[in-house]
């Protein structure tokens, strides 16, 4: 009964994580665009915030709790998903046009970014002070996107703010926290029960279901021919997790991860290499690419949970 119980949680949680999201994405822009911000800082820095919602509020939750495995992993694992699952069945839908600036800026700092967690994490932990790095590394970026303010090459309508549409943000922000904090420990009691470590559990169950706002976002822009809209929020949203909520989480308690999290983010330096070679030949992702990176994520699923 325990077990059935905890599954429940689990689904409801992951759509209460699913619905705050969705609720934040479609307030937030409307909120920034009120206030004069340009599309690729709303792209790049609001979405991104706003689909990064739930990795934030369950790896947060997770690392206050002692549970840096769920906390690194969901953070790793919804990376993965995001270029993989996510970019590849979009671009297996619907091939996805890329730019210069998409592919050398923010993929060459995802590379980068991804490369320095890789580094930090040679010794299973991350200490204080590389969450401080990693967080003035994301408020430099950030300061360069608001100085420059280049506008992006594809207008994207966020329709008027309305009154109501800041309740939305509060309240899709406490399904979001609420939703990480009951997924934690369903999670949990679902990795012991069935024999999986946390590590694993949290790379792959958890982070599919705190990617769902990344994938529903991405697929609507894709559909509507916003291509730099569609994997722009990917790399941001990667991005910001690494950089804003592992930064914060190690500064919050210093995070200590097992023995499989190299390996895991060597394959994620590895798959956004991948993506960024995607992206440069020929300025698209295409179906066959798409549907590659699906095959190249199913494999390390299966072996991920196989351990």
């Known amino acids: 009964m325990e077990l059935f119980v905890n599954i429940v949680i689990l689904t409801i949680s992951t759509g209460a994580l699913w619905l705050g999201a969705v609720w934040v994405v479609e307030s937030a822009p409307r909120l920034a665009q009120k206030m004069g911000i340009s599309d690729l800082v709303i792209g790049l820095t609001v979405i991104a915030f706003g689909t990064s919602a739930p990795e934030f509020a369950v790896t947060i939750s997770a690392a206050i709790r002692h549970q840096a495995d769920i906390s690194v992993g969901n953070i790793v694992g919804s990376n993965i998903f995001n270029l993989g699952f996510i970019l590849g069945g979009v671009a297996l839908l619907q091939t996805i046009k890329t730019t210069k600036k998409l592919v050398y800026r923010e993929g060459g700092l995802l590379l980068l970014v991804s490369i320095i ?175 590659a990176l699906i095959i190249i994520n199913l494999i390390r699923w299966f072996f991920t949970l196989k351990q």
Do not use: C
């Not at 303010?149 to 309508?157: A, D, I, R, T, Y």
């Not at 730099?228 to 200590?256: C, E, K, Q, T, Y």
């Not at 190299?262 to 290499?273: A, D, K």
């Open 117 to 291: 967690l890789l580094f930090f994490l040679s010794d299973y932990s991350i200490a204080m002070w590389e969450g401080i790095f990693l967080l003035v590394a994301l408020a430099a970026y950030l300061s360069y996107l608001f100085i420059h303010k280049e506008p992006l090459e594809e207008e994207f309508s966020h329709g008027p703010f309305r009154w109501y549409h800041a309740l939305q943000l509060i309240g899709g922000l406490t399904l979001v926290v609420a939703g990480g904090h009951f997924l934690v420990d369903s999670a949990t009691f679902l990795a012991r029960k069935v024999g999986l470590s946390e590590w694993a559990i949290a790379v792959t169950i958890v982070a599919a279901g705190t990617s769902a706002p990344e994938f529903a976002t991405s697929l609507v822009a894709a559909i509507k021919g916003r291509h730099g809209i569609s994997a722009g929020n990917l790399i941001g949203s990667d991005l910001f997790n690494i950089m804003g909520v592992l930064g914060l989480a190690a500064i919050l308690r210093p995070l200590h991860v097992a023995q499989d999290a190299p390996f895991e983010i060597f394959i994620l330096v590895m798959l956004v290499l991948t993506v960024v070679i995607m992206m440069r030949t020929g300025w698209r992702v295409s179906r066959m690419e798409g549907l």
